[in-house]
């Protein structure tokens, strides 16, 4: 890989609305062929992580009234942050990644991949096979996969059938997906930006879960911004995802069909400048939470249009449907990608994208909405950028970028953020605390 902006960069870029000449100001180093597949995986890691240091170090120069810094870019910080699930330790114990029913399973014509790391999408995955965990795998071989599919999401529960790139193409979402952007930013009205606190901290309400929005709020966490995540209380979050993508922030759970709680919500968006949110379509839109001169923030699995449109999803499941598992396995057992990229990548696009509209506001104002989905992020990587031959693995130690840190957790080993230019942050000013243990109000500093 070349030391200078590369083309994912640019097409990135432009697609965040920057100032081409600014690519410039990025370099790469570090070691070659990390993350390697079939798909240009590489190249998406670096170029979501480069374009987001842009943004950051635009954002910085326009607040301090100086040049854009510097960027760099190290491929083995962006390796290892793409993994950082992974590198995750607690007291020196790796947490559970994926559970015993989030995995492929023979359909009677094919595969089809679950998602059950959370109860109660287990607990649907079962109802709606009408079976027990011991007699899943019976269940599922006797069935269709699409029809899998479709009786698991009524459920409630998550299950994609496999399918090959053209096959994606030709499903309704695929196409649907194919026809828009890697990301929408909308201009709503004149408004003027929200940030009346002089010297304060960007307030940033993070309403996401999982990993590609907790990535970016743990992003602007980073940056400064005083990131206050709300949980609801009946839907506690994985204690190794909790971890890993909280650093910087503080953790509060509230229920918002609760009246008390709603009005604390309320004043606290009131007063926030940004709004991210990572539910699917249509999921809190009953609550009313866009506000005049906010940022509003939105990622999905699968989009926020179409017959899926208002469908749960995660990574591992997006890259089944859109022909990712096929590009990267055989046809006897489907593949993965070798980092939950989807994720990752998109995490780090929508903190660029929030941090590229402040600096818009800066200057034109307006209420902003982004939209991003995990599912055009795996377009961007099957049919938009260029698949190069691997070079191969260099001499690459992940412990370079890994910390050790006391946290009321426990002793936590983890991924530094890739996230850097000239002059910014090192590290986060604070590891994760206990999930759902502060009080839900915006910082007084």
Same mark, same amino acid.
């Given at each position: 890989?070349?030391?200078?902006?590369?083309?994912?960069?640019?097409?990135?870029?432009?697609?965040?609305?920057?100032?081409?000449?600014?690519?410039?100001?990025?370099?790469?180093?570090?070691?070659?062929?990390?993350?390697?597949?079939?798909?240009?995986?590489?190249?998406?890691?670096?170029?979501?992580?480069?374009?987001?240091?842009?943004?950051?170090?635009?954002?910085?120069?326009?607040?301090?009234?100086?040049?854009?810094?510097?960027?760099?870019?190290?491929?083995?910080?962006?390796?290892?942050?793409?993994?950082?699930?992974?590198?995750?330790?607690?007291?020196?114990?790796?947490?559970?990644?994926?559970?015993?029913?989030?995995?492929?399973?023979?359909?009677?014509?094919?595969?089809?991949?679950?998602?059950?790391?959370?109860?109660?999408?287990?607990?649907?995955?079962?109802?709606?096979?009408?079976?027990?965990?011991?007699?899943?795998?019976?269940?599922?071989?006797?069935?269709?996969?699409?029809?899998?599919?479709?009786?698991?999401?009524?459920?409630?529960?998550?299950?994609?059938?496999?399918?090959?790139?053209?096959?994606?193409?030709?499903?309704?979402?695929?196409?649907?997906?194919?026809?828009?952007?890697?990301?929408?930013?909308?201009?709503?009205?004149?408004?003027?930006?929200?940030?009346?606190?002089?010297?304060?901290?960007?307030?940033?309400?993070?309403?996401?879960?999982?990993?590609?929005?907790?990535?970016?709020?743990?992003?602007?966490?980073?940056?400064?911004?005083?990131?206050?995540?709300?949980?609801?209380?009946?839907?506690?979050?994985?204690?190794?995802?909790?971890?890993?993508?909280?650093?910087?922030?503080? #953790? +509060?759970?509230? @229920?918002?069909?609760?009246?008390?709680? *709603? /009005?604390? =919500? &309320?004043? %606290?968006?009131?007063? !926030?400048?940004?709004?991210?949110?990572?539910?699917?379509?249509?999921?809190?839109?009953?609550?009313?939470?866009?506000?005049?001169?906010?940022?509003?923030?939105?990622? #999905? +699995?699968?989009? @926020?249009?179409?017959?899926?449109?208002? *469908? /749960?999803? =995660? &990574?591992? %499941?997006?890259?089944? !449907?859109?022909?990712?598992?096929?590009?990267?396995?055989?046809?006897?057992?489907?593949?993965?990608?070798?980092?939950?990229?989807?994720?990752?990548?998109?995490?780090?696009?929508?903190?660029?994208?929030?941090?590229?509209?402040?600096?818009?506001?800066?200057? &034109?104002?307006?209420?902003?909405?982004?939209?991003?989905?995990?599912?055009?992020?795996?377009?961007?990587?099957?049919?938009?950028?260029?698949?190069?031959?691997?070079?191969?693995?260099?001499?690459?130690?992940?412990?370079?970028?890994?910390?050790?840190?006391?946290?009321?957790?426990?002793?936590?080993?983890?991924?530094?953020?890739?996230?850097?230019?000239?002059?910014?942050?090192?590290?986060?000013?604070?590891?994760?605390?206990?999930?759902?243990?502060?009080?839900?109000?915006?910082?007084?500093?």
């Amino acid at each position: 890989m070349a030391d200078t902006p590369s083309h994912g960069t640019g097409l990135l870029w432009a697609a965040l609305g920057g100032e081409p000449a600014l690519t410039r100001r990025i370099t790469y180093r570090g070691p070659h062929g990390l993350l390697p597949a079939r798909l240009p995986v590489m190249e998406l890691a670096r170029s979501a992580v480069a374009v987001c240091s842009l943004a950051a170090a635009e954002r910085a120069a326009t607040l301090s009234g100086g040049p854009v810094p510097a960027v760099r870019v190290d491929h083995g910080a962006v390796a290892t942050a793409f993994v950082s699930e992974r590198h995750l330790r607690v007291d020196r114990r790796a947490p559970v990644s994926f559970a015993p029913l989030s995995r492929f399973w023979h359909a009677a014509d094919g595969w089809v991949r679950t998602h059950a790391n959370y109860p109660h999408h287990r607990a649907a995955l079962l109802t709606a096979l009408g079976a027990g965990e011991d007699d899943l795998e019976a269940a599922l071989g006797e069935r269709r996969a699409e029809d899998i599919e479709e009786a698991v999401c009524e459920a409630g529960g998550l299950a994609v059938a496999l399918r090959t790139p053209a096959e994606w193409a030709a499903h309704p979402q695929g196409a649907l997906v194919a026809g828009r952007p890697l990301l929408t930013r909308e201009r709503l009205d004149d408004a003027p930006p929200r940030r009346r606190r002089a010297g304060g901290p960007l307030r940033v309400l993070d309403l996401t879960r999982v990993i590609a929005g907790p990535v970016a709020t743990r992003t602007l966490a980073l940056l400064g911004a005083d990131v206050l995540r709300i949980d609801s209380p009946r839907l506690p979050e994985l204690a190794g995802q909790h971890a890993d993508t909280g650093f910087g922030k503080r #953790s +509060a759970t509230l @229920d918002l069909d609760d009246p008390a709680d *709603r /009005r604390t =919500f &309320d004043a %606290l968006l009131d007063q !926030a400048d940004v709004l991210v949110t990572g539910y699917r379509p249509g999921a809190l839109e009953r609550y009313g939470l866009m506000r005049t001169g906010l940022v509003v923030a939105q990622i #999905s +699995a699968w989009g @926020d249009e179409g017959p899926w449109g208002g *469908r /749960r999803g =995660f &990574d591992s %499941l997006v890259q089944v !449907a859109s022909g990712i598992a096929a590009i990267e396995g055989s046809p006897e057992q489907p593949g993965a990608l070798p980092a939950q990229a989807l994720d990752h990548a998109t995490g780090y696009l929508l903190a660029a994208a929030v941090l590229r509209s402040l600096t818009e506001q800066d200057t &034109d104002g307006g209420t902003r909405l982004l939209r991003l989905a995990l599912a055009r992020t795996a377009r961007l990587l099957t049919a938009v950028l260029p698949r190069e031959p691997g070079t191969g693995t260099g001499p690459y130690a992940p412990d370079a970028w890994l910390a050790e840190t006391a946290s009321p957790l426990g002793t936590l080993r983890y991924a530094r953020s890739p996230v850097a230019y000239e002059g910014s942050p090192a590290d986060w000013s604070r590891p994760p605390g206990v999930w759902g243990s502060d009080t839900p109000e915006w910082s007084t500093s």
